[in-house]
């Protein structure tokens, strides 16, 4: 018998994070919003936000790499960059490449934890009275450390919390509004391009694409 030629797929999982990046949106939500102080979000607000803005950064990762690997395919001799931000900027011309440089600057913050020490007073009238919020020199990445009279750190395009014990829903809506904006562009401007905001994942009980998920968590 002759033989078959063997079949070769290229190991990448960005679309397989949707349904757990849905399912902890499901969870975030469930509970009543309860807004950070200058301090820190509540233990499950804070944890869920920052676990569903580390999966949306991994899924952007993953399917740049699927682009720069056929760039590479077609453009043998190229060297593109490895970095998202400038890969999106310089080979797909994508104009909000800071958007993502601070997508990344935030997923950094989450997996290395940055430390940040906070200093703050319990006045009589109870509640946290905020003095000082500061970066930990040698602890972080940031290529700009806030002034040190900053009351609530954040990025300069997207507002993003800074200050990763601070990260809360409306962070992952602005994270996953920047991812889902980006995505669209890497649809149309990629290297054979597919859909990759129209998967349907499973969210309470109900079917959506994985766009509709903004909606759910504004």
């Not at 969870?27 to 301090?39: G, H």
């Not at 720069?68 to 080979?91: D, L």
């Not at 500061?134 to 806030?146: D, E, I, K, S, Y």
């Not at 900053?150 to 800074?162: A, D, F, G, H, V």
Request: hydrophobic share 35%; with cysteine; proline share 7%.
């Amino acid at each position: 018998m002759p033989l078959r030629r063997p079949e070769c797929i290229i190991s990448v999982i960005g679309t397989q994070f949707y349904q757990p990046i849905a399912d902890l949106i499901a969870k975030l939500v469930a509970r009543s919003y309860q807004s950070p102080d200058k301090i820190s979000a509540n233990y499950y607000e804070g944890g869920y936000s920052a676990a569903i803005i580390l999966l949306l950064a991994a899924s952007v990762e993953s399917l740049v790499q699927r682009d720069r690997y056929f760039y590479r395919t077609t453009h043998p001799a190229s060297k593109p960059s490895n970095v998202v931000s400038e890969y999106s900027k310089t080979i797909l011309g994508y104009r909000r490449y800071r958007h993502l440089e601070e997508l990344f600057e935030i997923r950094n913050s989450v997996a290395h934890n940055h430390i940040w020490e906070i200093e703050f007073t319990i006045p009589p009238e109870g509640g946290r009275q905020h003095k000082r919020s500061r970066v930990v020199t040698g602890t972080h990445r940031l290529r700009a450390v806030p002034p040190p009279k900053t009351r609530i750190p954040r990025t300069q395009c997207l507002r993003l919390n800074l200050q990763p014990s601070r990260l809360d829903r409306t962070d992952v809506a602005k994270a996953l509004g920047a991812c889902l904006h980006f995505l669209a562009h890497l649809t149309k401007r990629g290297q054979r391009p597919i859909s990759l905001a129209t998967t349907v994942v499973g969210f309470n009980g109900k079917r959506l694409p994985f766009c509709d998920l903004l909606s759910k968590c504004e």
